[in-house]
């Protein structure tokens, strides 16, 4: 008997696991504390080396048919991190964190770096996935964290009013 408690457990701990990775990727906190803090420090512009950078966001949930019915139409962002004067972006910073506010609610992802041979060098491309299933037609405000490489120093840049766009 204990030896199937055990097995149990080990079973539905491995279940419990592989079913996480499904689902949400970063996490939703209901923090007016944070909202409060980003809004506070995030600039429509950030400047790194004298180069002035701006974010560019799509927000989408794919409902396209002929997906496995299984599969989830869970928050997607595309970022685009753009130099205002279309000079070539260097490679001194790193995109740590991306905040997609709700009201009080904080979507916290670390986006991925996308390479991508047709885009401009004056663009940086990053995307967070498996975000959560917020409804379409609504808007959101996106804060993105940006490191600067040489020196550690953190800013933020906010794309405000962003739509939760609905493919089909």
């Known amino acids: 008997m204990k030896i199937l408690l055990i097995l149990t457990t080990i ?3 491995l279940f419990g696991n592989s079913c ?3 689902k949400l990727d970063g996490e939703v906190l209901n923090n007016p504390a944070l909202v409060e803090e980003l809004y506070s420090k995030a600039k429509d512009t950030v400047v790194f080396n004298n180069q002035h950078l701006v974010p560019e ?3 989408y949930r794919d409902f396209f ?3 496995p019915t299984s599969s989830k139409t869970n928050l997607q962002v595309l970022l685009w991190l753009i130099s205002a004067d279309s000079s ?3 490679g001194k910073y790193s995109v740590t964190k991306l905040y997609v506010i709700n009201n009080n609610d904080v979507w916290i992802s670390e986006p991925n770096e996308r390479n991508d041979d047709y885009l401009p ?5 990053y995307v967070s996935i498996n975000g959560p299933q917020w409804n379409t037609g609504l808007k959101v405000d996106v804060v993105v964290a940006v490191s600067d490489i040489s020196n550690s120093k953190e800013l933020f840049m906010i794309a405000r009013d962003q739509t939760i766009e609905r493919i089909e």
Do not use: C, M
């Open 11 to 13: 079973v539905l701990l």
């Open 20 to 22: 996480r990775k499904d």
């Open 57 to 59: 966001t799509e927000l």
């Open 65 to 67: 048919p002929g997906k």
């Open 88 to 90: 070539s972006i260097s």
């Open 121 to 125: 060098d004056y663009k940086s491309h």
